[in-house]
């Protein structure tokens, strides 16, 4: 039963970084020339599974390992993929806390549910264990693919402040998971922390996400305003033209007038 529970935790572990960057190249999208593709996507997610084993090897490899993991997502997007340095930052935050906080969730739910403390649960990988880790990677290829329409938007018309912005507001619900995690998984916590924790980070998320929808919808509201602007500018032209078009066939009517007169 341990090898199978190995077996398990290898695949739904090695599923991970593959979604990570996947979901990464979708939002950015490869830069013209760059060969080797599919060689370059399958080498990165095996160096980022292997770095995942040390996780709950050592105190703090869980924030240690995931700062690698974004920092390494960093460079690839740097080196091979396109948009700004500000908008590859955000996109890589941003993949890292949707894995994390979808993990987080369904750990702490699973938790809840089987009457056990986070920390009980981390340390028995047992099958709950791995079906939680199952259930958490099907969350995130769902959140993922229920983000991208949004996030393709904002890398396409969002300008430098409200790329910065998204940053900020991405850091801080990252550091505020973070914190609430290491609360949580402390030993003899009790359900009622974990409860209260969690409706203080879902509430951290809500106002977030609501801030970000906001300046997308403030984006488009903007972009048909100056759509309309550009409608009514080309109509202004266009009776421009039209009445300097009637005044010279009336210039022309009088010249053939005088003309035949003379």
Known sequence: MEIINFLIGQLVGLVEPFLAIDFIIKCLGWKEGVRHRKQLYIGVCLIWFIVAQGNGRFAGSYNIIAAFDMCLAYLFSYLYLKKTAGMKLMICILEQIISTICTLSVMQLTAYIINTSVFDFLENEGMIFQTGAIVSKIVVWLVYK???????????HFPKEQIVLT????????????????????KGVSHYIVVLLMIVFL?????CGYVI????????????????QLIELKSQEQERQLEEWKHSEESMRKFRHDYKNH
């Open 146 to 156: 229920g983000v991208y329409t949004y996030l393709d938007y904002m890398t396409i």
């Open 203 to 207: 509430g951290i998320i809500a106002l």
């Open 167 to 186: 940053n900020v507001m991405i850091g801080f619900t990252t550091v505020s998971e973070g914190c609430i995690f290491l609360a949580v998984s402390q």
């Open 213 to 228: 929808y906001m300046m997308i919808t403030i984006s488009k509201k903007n972009e048909k305003m100056q759509l309309y």
